[in-house]
């Protein structure tokens, strides 16, 4: 027994020590570093508006208001409901994820078709064969907040009906928000919707 005692003790150290390096000591490191380095990134890139934090640099959200840009198809549309939909069950709380249909999915099929017509209703100067793909597909995560320069062009016209701002202004507006290249070639230039909404808002004295 003592041998057995002794021959596990040693591992047994390993393992604790380990724990404690990789499993305490490591992520309170780093932990304390972001805090002190990069504070709004370790904290979730939160938007503060009037002490109010409004959303995420980092996430995506669902703008139903005809005075807003839309972004990308959320996979879960964790953060849009309704009372109705708290008091029959059907919002269940917040989530993130996504559904990932396979291209041979009918119900991938069916929410595209969907998607199409609802962009080509409130865009009626764009044709069908000219709406840009990021926004009728959802990215890998379903909570990215970009899309691309032409997709927030295409939407250019219709929300100039709809706020009642100009072209140039909203032109501006998606410039000040588009993100170039990483590095200035890896990737692609993209823009930040929920940025552009928010500046849309203060535009319209929705935001102060």
């Known amino acids: 027994m003592s041998s057995f ?13 380990l724990l404690l390096i990789c499993g305490v000591v490591y992520p309170l490191l780093l932990t304390g570093i972001s805090q002190i380095i990069l504070p709004k990134q370790a904290n979730g890139s939160m938007i503060i508006i009037n002490g109010q934090s409004v959303g995420s640099e980092l996430v995506g959200q669902d703008f ?5 840009m839309k972004g990308r198809p959320s996979a879960v549309n964790y953060n849009t409901y309704t ?7 059907d919002y269940t709380g917040v989530g993130s994820g996504s559904k990932n249909y396979a291209p041979t999915n009918p ?3 069916k929410r ?14 764009v044709k069908k064969q000219d709406i840009p793909t990021d926004l009728l597909t959802a ?3 379903g909570l990215d907040p970009h899309i691309s320069p032409a997709a927030a062009s295409v939407q250019i016209p219709a929300l100039v009906k709809t706020t009642g701002l ?5 032109e501006g507006i ?26 849309i808002a203060k535009k319209l004295g929705l935001l102060k």
């Open 5 to 17: 005692l002794k021959g596990i003790k040693k591992p047994f150290l390993v393992t604790i020590a």
């Open 64 to 68: 139903s208001d005809a005075r807003f």
């Open 83 to 89: 009372q109705k939909d708290k008091e029959s069950g």
């Open 107 to 109: 119900d991938l099929v």
């Open 112 to 125: 595209v078709e969907a998607d199409i017509a609802e962009f080509l209703k409130a865009n009626t100067s």
């Open 139 to 141: 990215s890998g995560s």
């Open 166 to 170: 100009s072209k140039e202004t909203l």
């Open 174 to 199: 998606v410039e000040a928000n588009t993100e170039d290249k990483f590095l200035g070639f890896f990737g692609e230039e993209t823009v930040n919707v929920l940025m552009v909404n928010l500046d």
